[in-house]
Every structure is written in C-alpha cells, then in structure tokens.
C-alpha cells in the first residue's frame, strides 16, 4: 500500500515568506509527527497529533511555527517569515496510534530559505 | 528527558569488515528502541527494532540487542557491503509521553570496496 508522501520534494524560498508543507500519512494512522533534520544532525521533533487534536506542541521552535490536521488525515506544517535558520529537511511520520506501531516515515520536504 | 547518544562518526570500513555502531539511552517509562537507516538520497527506513530488554533485533544481517542494564542498544553487522554506505540513526519511543520518538545524531558508514 501507499506510504506516507510529502510535497513539494523540494522547496527554496525568501527570507521573510511563509510556507505551507503538507503531509499524507498512511490510510488509517491515527497518530502523525513532524520532525525536523538539520544538516549533518539528527531529527528534532515538532509536534504530534493523534487524529485531529495536537496533544502535544513542545517541539515548535517558535510562535512562526504552526500545524493542522484535517480529517484525520492530511496535515500541513506552515512557517510563517521564514529565516535561513528554517533551513533543514521536515520529515512527517505516521503510525497507527500514538503508543502502539512503528513510525513510518516519508521522504521529507528540503526547505531552503535563501 | 529522554536522550540517545550514538557513536559519532563517520566510520569508514573495507568491505568483509565488522561493524559495530555504539548507541547508548536515557529514558523515562520503558522505551521501545530502533535502528534507522537512510540510504544516499532516500527517506528514512527502519531497519530493526526491539521492545522489551534482551530482545534481539535483527535485519539485512544486521542485528542489535536491548540491553537495560547497561542502556544499549548497539547495532552490528558481521560482514558489511559497499550497499550498506548510508547514515545510521539510533532512537527511543516513549511509549508513556505520545509516542515520540527521540533520536540520535546519526553515524555515516562508508563501505569502500
């Protein structure tokens, strides 16, 4: 079956422009995470949802970071006035509930604010 | 908070050569723990797990066994290939705080022929 897709694959934008990043987990993952790798480090977590509700914010770096989830479904990352900091690959993952079931990841959005 | 920390690399091997990948945790709860591996160009992919102490991992000829008692979870391989160049990731799931998963830096393996 299909996995969990992330669009765009790639993404360069301005200092100073929002962004929109979306994410489609795997038909029936009721839980999905965002995550963020910066070059050369391992994933920092943002924010986790468990269908529509986000219990848990603690990884957001800041107030220009926000996330939503419709339908239990798709969910999309938005950074608002992005910095050169921002610059990194977002990885979502999805597992079936958020304490049972591995995480399954997709390939990432690489953002790179110029 | 929860934390894993993993042998820095990178780490550069002849093919034939055993590999070992140190990684070690801090967590609160009973984590589950992982290996991930990401190949050149591609998405992150599991490569083992183990969810309870003394389980052993093991996938492509790669294996890792949960050690509580010293907090280890040590990935080894005993003949690596050039296809096994890619970067390593060792990481925990809480499965008392949500789920999330705590990772470490990751270890670049080269393999060269």
């Known amino acids: 079956g299909a996995g969990v897709s992330q669009s765009p694959s790639n993404k360069v934008t301005e200092k100073g422009k929002d962004v929109e990043l979306r994410c489609d987990p795997i038909?029936?993952?009721?839980?999905l995470y965002w995550y963020r790798q910066s070059l050369g480090q391992g994933l920092e977590f943002l924010i986790y949802f468990q269908g529509n509700s986000a219990p848990d914010k603690s990884g957001l770096p800041s107030d220009r970071f926000s996330a939503e989830r419709t339908g239990g479904s798709v969910s999309t990352l938005t950074i608002q006035r992005t910095q050169q900091e921002d610059s990194a690959v977002y990885l979502c993952a999805s597992s079936l509930s958020g304490t049972v079931g591995e995480q399954y990841f997709g390939p990432g959005t690489r953002l790179t604010v110029t | 908070g929860n934390s894993v920390t993993q042998m820095e690399g990178p780490v550069t091997l002849s093919e034939e050569a055993f590999l070992t990948i140190n990684c070690t945790y801090t967590a609160t709860g009973y984590p589950s723990l992982f290996w991930y591996v990401q190949y050149p160009g591609e998405g992150l992919q599991l490569l083992l797990k183990?969810?309870?102490?003394?389980d052993k991992g093991s996938n492509k000829g790669f294996e890792a066994t949960y050690r509580k008692e010293t907090t280890s979870f040590h990935l080894e391989k005993g003949s690596v290939q050039v296809s096994d160049s890619a970067v390593y990731f060792c990481?925990?799931?809480?499965?008392?705080?949500?789920?999330?998963?705590?990772f470490g830096d990751g270890t670049t393996l080269t393999v060269k022929p």
């Open positions: 038909s029936g993952h009721t839980a």
């Open positions: 183990a969810t309870k102490a003394d």
């Open positions: 990481a925990l799931r809480d499965n008392t705080n949500a789920g999330k998963s705590t």
